[in-house]
DNA sequence: AATGAATGAGAGTTCATTCAT
DNA sequence: AATGAATGAACTCTCATTCAT
């Protein structure tokens, strides 16, 4: 078992854990089986982690820290609102399309409880439906995105319809490219389903909307 | 110590593990507390249910039933199909906005494990996406939703963008009324989020599309 | 199911529990399945019986006293030493081997623990000792056993002989007929295994001897 | 709490066990009990052994792998059929009558069912058979066991009778030496019961004997 | 007498976490 | 820092027995 001194012990916790998790869930998930894999023994994971569900929070956190991050960097260059909208869609499913296991800790075992999921909701996912927010408000202001749109629902859909392509991705277990369908992702939010001028718009779009998670 | 004779023990089991799974988490919950709560020993479960993870998979199986049943039904009188989407839509947001702990079984405990999901999947969902994808079909065919609609891509939109309607509902906890939002749901799904006219369609909603859960 | 309305309702109870001891061993006998078995509800073996042990109490018993019974009659008819001890022998080893589940019943059930193998040698085994001490005794009265032979040691040496012959055909599973092994185990007994003349009696057969179940 | 570290653990659970499932028999003992009676947390019983059954496996393995050893080993010094037969039967009284504890597992415990039975036989009893039928084949050849002796009969003659010795001196419980006994049984086993010179041998020890238990 | 649904006490085993080394 | 043996709390499920019918 080659044990390199170097402090990436951590780091390979982490992937180890996440292996793990995906593979077994998280309670099913022994403390010693990551332990194994990571080439540690189990006493070592209580000097980086206070507990098991410590793994699972920091896992999240430090995933999230680097792609929130990296998307709002994403969106600087980026000109018009259905190319902001597109390369979030293209972010969010490249990041969860690349490693089927961190895809599959994110959409099953993060949402084990309504504890773990008011924290992922509290902490990143406010973020997320705030810049959704944002991208979508300027969109509205440079007559991109309709004036009458209810941005509290419309976020809400936006990421609804993305969380939906992860995990029929995850359990459809076919192995196609889940980036590929940010655009039609995209495009059928922006067109819609409708065809074109048959909808009259009967009313607007509901005025007295709910609030929800990422609302502020 | 009263012995009730009456056979809405199941029942009352069932109605208790909603409650207690809602409160605690399936793994949280002891099968004990689910018996103190419906008024019976713990043994007695095990007359009605093989385990505990039985009662979870009994749950999700009679709800099911009841309401698929009732969904197609619903849509017989219907005759357009933004009528029809909006049925199924506040169909589904009403069944569960009506039953918190309900809801918190289907968003949260239901997905516990991917195992659970695959389940959830193949059983309910399949029939929930078919459903969708006929009355898409047909709305193409009446010329009430686009020719070029990815019907893949689609289903999968509108069921995430109503999954998640619930799961912020659930997690916002501001207790607004769930079903309320199926028309502006329904609205931004049909007629999109971009302004009218400014969209070009650039090009058509992607041809190769993924295959997922719900996808036959 | 037939349900004779004939009490035999407590034979067939004990007969059905012979066969579930035998097959799956005392403790892991399932109550219900005796019940089952006897074709009789599972309360209703408690109206026959104080409890599970009851009834393997009672078996014992009630096999006990016909068959203690009966030898001793069967002595009755039977002049010499040698004739009588063989008489024994035989119907030892007939019983058990005409009825393979009891035999087992008797041979492992009724020895699982030190509480039943003392209630055991209490009621039957000690008469069984006594008499076979009783035909020991007046063998060496009537000159065809030896007068310095240790009735104690012999009387067990003689039990344990034909105890171990049964064992040994149950586990051997050969199906071979137990009862012809009556001649040649008491012949055997009786002349011993040593070359006629060869064994020099250098002592006499141990003196102060030991006493133990089935000695008073 | 002190920590032992003495890895004299498994042998403090032995111990332990060999009292417990003595005094309150194998179903009836708590792996609890035999934890606290051990000195060591209930968990650490299952570093060292599978489960309670195999607690009673390795018990039984560790004591006969060293007693069949020491046995051969024993033999080798003795010249003569008797005192080789004197010297197992020694050893066997002594090993068990030397601890009563382990006697009594032995005796009723370990023949709790016709599963720990048969592997009890196809381990060492097996061997020990082997060994006896040996020794009396020898005899044979030298001349001091009789030609015509049936040495399948003859070897569970011999092993009842001794068996049937550590039982009656475990359900007596009058703490007599139990040891002691081995001269007289022998003794018994070669001499015979009848009276030299009365007993016409009319026929020859049974020709077509039973296999059986240590019978190849 | 007979039923069988209901009871509820009870225990083997697992595994996250600790801590002496 | 790292180890891994030891800990002990915790929980599902079984099944002998009861008792209302």
Redesign the pocket.
């Known amino acids: 078992m080659p ?1 390199p ?1 170097t ?1 990436d ?1 951590r780091k390979r916790i982490l992937e180890a854990a996440v292996k793990v998790f995906a593979r077994k869930g998280y309670f ?5 089986e990551i332990a194994r894999k990571a ?10 982690f206070r ?3 410590d793994i699972l929070v920091k896992l999240f956190d430090e995933v999230m820290a680097e792609h929130v991050q990296q998307m709002r960097e994403a969106l600087r260059g980026l000109a018009t609102t259905p190319a902001r909208l597109r390369a979030i869609a293209e972010r969010h499913l490249r990041v969860l399309g690349a490693n089927r296991d961190l895809a599959v800790v994110f959409q099953v075992e993060l949402r084990q409880s309504t504890r773990f999921m008011e924290r992922f909701t509290a902490s990143w996912l406010q973020d997320y439906f705030a810049l959704l927010n944002e991208v979508m408000e300027e969109g509205q202001g440079n007559g991109s995105l309709r004036e009458d749109l209810n941005r509290k629902v419309a976020t809400k859909v936006f990421f609804g319809a993305l969380d939906e392509m992860v995990t029929s991705w995850i359990i459809g277990g076919k192995g196609y490219d889940l980036g590929q369908l940010a655009i039609p992702v995209v495009d059928l939010f922006l067109q819609g389903a409708g065809a074109p001028g048959r909808i009259a718009r009967v009313r607007p779009a509901l005025a007295g909307a709910a609030p929800g998670r990422g609302g502020k």
């Open positions: 044990r001194r402090e012990k099913a998930a022994r403390v010693s080439g540690v023994a189990d006493g070592t994971i209580y000097l980086y507990s098991k569900e």
